[in-house]
């Protein structure tokens, strides 16, 4: 299984989920490739600034954004077609999850720093 993970929302604030699971991914020796319109790097690493500047297909898109700006992101996820989204508590959408799964993508509601923990990721 691949181990690019893409992070949508991705932040440099060590309070927010999106910066620990950033380092919780990477401490697991997944590639992690952070997005966030506003950032240039996270600990070094090259933050893209729209999901258009990710190249080849994640493997994962762990979602840190609110239901109505993924909305405004939504033909992209498809476009990038990830072989999984994991909605984050607080991302989660019914229409959206559905539109996914009707794109062939495996959509889980769950808690990314929860299933590295269990191993479940």
């Known amino acids: 299984m691949s181990k690019n993970v893409v992070i949508l929302g991705a932040s440099n604030k060590p309070d927010r989920y999106a910066y620990k699971a950033f380092r919780m991914l990477r401490e697991y020796g997944y590639d992690v490739v952070p997005v966030n319109p506003v950032l240039d790097e996270i600990e070094g690493v090259e933050v893209k600034h729209s999901l258009d500047e990710v190249e080849n297909n994640p493997d994962t898109l762990s979602v840190y954004v609110r239901p109505e700006r993924l909305e405004t992101v939504a033909d992209k996820i498809?476009?990038?077609?990830?072989?999984?989204?994991?909605?984050?508590?607080?991302?989660?959408?019914?229409?959206?999850?559905?539109?996914?799964?009707?794109?062939?993508?495996?959509?889980?509601?769950?808690?990314?720093?929860?299933?590295?923990?269990?191993?479940?990721?």
């Open 78 to 121: 498809i476009r990038v077609h990830p072989r999984r989204i994991i909605l984050n508590p607080g991302t989660e959408s019914d229409t959206l999850e559905k539109r996914f799964k009707d794109e062939g993508i495996e959509v889980l509601r769950a808690c990314t720093l929860v299933l590295l923990r269990t191993r479940q990721f």
